[in-house]
């Protein structure tokens, strides 16, 4: 299926999350992850007029670079090594993954100068099999990131269970949400934590109902390569 007639569906799905939640659907923004398709793919999803795009290997993202370049504004949103800083920073518009103070100074210290605009990955589930800070050090740790000129904390991003219990995925997300709440209180310059990275092919319409701001989907948007 072409990715044009896919990202209708996917609209109207996001419309009706959005009318459950009472939210403006303009005010959230699709992610497609191209981590597994091709390059055309990838240029078909710009083309259907979708302006972001998500890799989470340099590598996955440096092969698209080379034909894509700055069209698409790029996430970066997989574990990011320290030494594979240097390879992304100057080509993505947000990193998803911030969840160490070593990765914080090898990106302000990599960031000619300019903002850097990160998320912090919380580990809500608490799955081993998950990278992230636990929600308790969450907070804690954003504080600690003032010192770090160059670097803008815009918000969260979490990464749900895979199940179809649909109450363990909206106390995920909630507690996302209450936690970005709590970071936007302490009033942070540093800090403005507006965004909620959180929701996949499987679950983002409960993520935005509980208050996604950015959807990272994958398979049911740009699947099917071909």
Request: glycine share 6%; charged share 30%.
């Amino acid at each position: 299926m072409r990715v044009a007639d896919k990202l209708e569906d996917i609209k109207k799905q996001i419309n009706e999350a959005s009318l459950k939640a009472n939210r403006n659907p303009d005010k959230v923004k699709v992610i497609a992850v191209t981590k597994y398709v091709s390059t055309e793919r990838a240029s078909e999803a710009l083309e259907a007029g979708i302006d972001n795009l998500g890799e989470n290997r340099d590598e996955g993202l440096l092969e698209k670079w080379k034909v894509l370049g700055d069209k698409p504004k790029w996430h970066f949103i997989g574990t990011l090594q320290t030494r594979k800083v240097k390879n992304i920073i100057d080509k993505v518009e947000y990193i998803h993954s911030l969840d160490r103070l070593s990765l914080a100074d090898e990106i302000n210290k990599r960031s000619l100068g300019k903002k850097v605009k990160c998320l912090v990955q919380v580990n809500v589930s608490q799955e081993e099999s998950k990278h992230g800070l636990t929600a308790e050090e969450a907070i804690g740790f954003i504080k600690q990131l003032g010192s770090f000129e160059n670097i803008s904390v815009e918000g969260l991003m979490t990464m749900a269970p895979f199940t179809n219990d649909e109450e363990i995925l909206r106390s995920c997300f909630r507690q996302l949400r209450k936690l970005r709440d709590q970071v936007q209180a302490l009033n942070l310059v540093f800090a403005p934590c507006s965004e909620l990275s959180m929701g996949m092919s499987n679950d983002f319409s409960i993520a935005i109902e509980e208050g996604a701001t950015m959807v990272r989907i994958g398979t049911a948007l740009v699947g099917e390569d071909g």
